[in-house]
């Protein structure tokens, strides 16, 4: 029989690995804590058949503001309320935006998310946003060649994936938003081969010197990241190998940056220090989420070198 009395246990081995910001707080983000789900109107009235979606679309319910708002919200796959008001503040004022969503999820063209954590007890975060069943409906009829989530699929990738999304979005919306921006794509397919790993975000970015492509890369905490990128690494080298690029479809053949983006500095020097990012076959350059929200895009880069993560200030990003 064991002896317990003598055994020693250390109970903060035991507690979950988070890596927080410089603030001693975690993004919520990239909260493994994170509950929640869709949190439903009153009244809630979705439409579940395209002739009902096409007679609400039909008879005056949508105005062309409308329209554009939820195409945006289908492109961005999962996007919260914040980066929503930012992309159409040319547009129209942050309460429009605000009433027209509230229209739009009454008929289940839209869904809100709410979200909980144990890290974040007082603040709430801006809402995200996906596509609900009437709205992807309408969305395949109108633009039946673009790919657009659905709906159920949510149930099956989890709120992990929506904080994906949105991390990834604040990196798209900041570019639109600096002009900047020429192309974008989710799951960018590799050497038209799609059963390479897909980069998860692909942006053709102009620069001065000509158009960069960067390859995004968001990890989360809730996940095997390591393994995740090592992964992808290794594929992409050996492609980079033959070919001497790495060819995205749909985009130019520009130079290309691999973007690790993480949730904090503290969380980028760990992966610098396993992955030994400056030895890699192709340029790689961190985004550290709390600095792009605090000192914007143009603030938020570091390159590897042997000794550490070197800052970089991107000029025509700022």
Same mark, same amino acid.
């Given at each position: ?27 919520? =983000? ?19 058949? &395209? ?61 809100? =998310? ?21 709205? /992807? ?21 989890? &709120? ?14 900041? &570019? /639109? ?26 942006? %053709? ?27 992808? /690494?290794?594929?992409? %080298?050996?492609?980079? %190998? ?31 220090? @396993? ?13 550290? %989420?709390?600095?792009?929200?605090? @000192? ?23």
């Amino acid at each position: 029989m064991n002896n317990l009395e003598n055994q020693s246990f250390t109970y903060e081995s035991m507690e979950y690995p988070y890596w927080y910001d410089k603030a001693g707080q975690i993004s919520i =983000w990239d909260d493994p804590s994170v509950v929640g789900g869709i949190a439903l109107p009153n009244p809630y009235q979705p439409l579940t058949h &395209l002739g009902s979606v096409l007679n609400k679309f039909n008879n005056g319910f949508f105005e062309e503001l409308d329209v554009v708002l939820l195409k945006l919200i289908g492109d961005a796959i999962a996007v919260n309320e914040d980066q929503l008001k930012r992309y159409l503040e040319s547009k129209m004022t942050r309460t429009q935006v605000s009433k027209r969503l509230k229209r739009l999820r009454q008929y289940g063209f839209v869904d809100r =998310w709410q979200m909980e954590s144990s890290n974040f007890t007082t603040e709430k975060p801006p809402a995200p946003f996906t596509l609900g069943l009437s709205g /992807f409906i309408l969305l395949k009829h109108l633009y039946y060649s673009q790919f657009f989530m659905e709906p159920q699929r949510w149930q099956r990738l989890g &709120l992990s994936n929506i904080q994906r999304y949105v991390a990834v979005n604040e990196i798209r919306t900041q &570019l /639109f938003e600096n002009r900047r921006i020429r192309n974008w794509t989710w799951n960018g397919v590799v050497l038209n081969n799609p059963y390479l790993y897909q980069p998860f975000g692909v942006a %053709e970015v102009e620069a001065p010197k000509g158009n960069l492509n960067m390859i995004i890369e968001r990890v989360q905490q809730s996940k095997d990241f390591m393994g995740y990128l090592q992964a992808r /690494f290794e594929k992409w %080298e050996q492609v980079l %190998e033959e070919y001497k690029t790495l060819p995205i479809r749909g985009f130019n053949q520009n130079p290309t940056i691999i973007i690790i983006y993480v949730s904090s500095f503290a969380l980028a020097e760990h992966i610098h220090k @396993e992955m030994v990012l400056e030895q890699k076959e192709f340029p790689v350059w961190v985004c550290v %989420e709390e600095e792009l929200l605090d @000192e914007r895009i143009g603030k938020s880069f570091y390159t590897p070198t042997e000794s550490k993560l070197k800052r970089i200030d991107i000029d025509f990003l700022a």
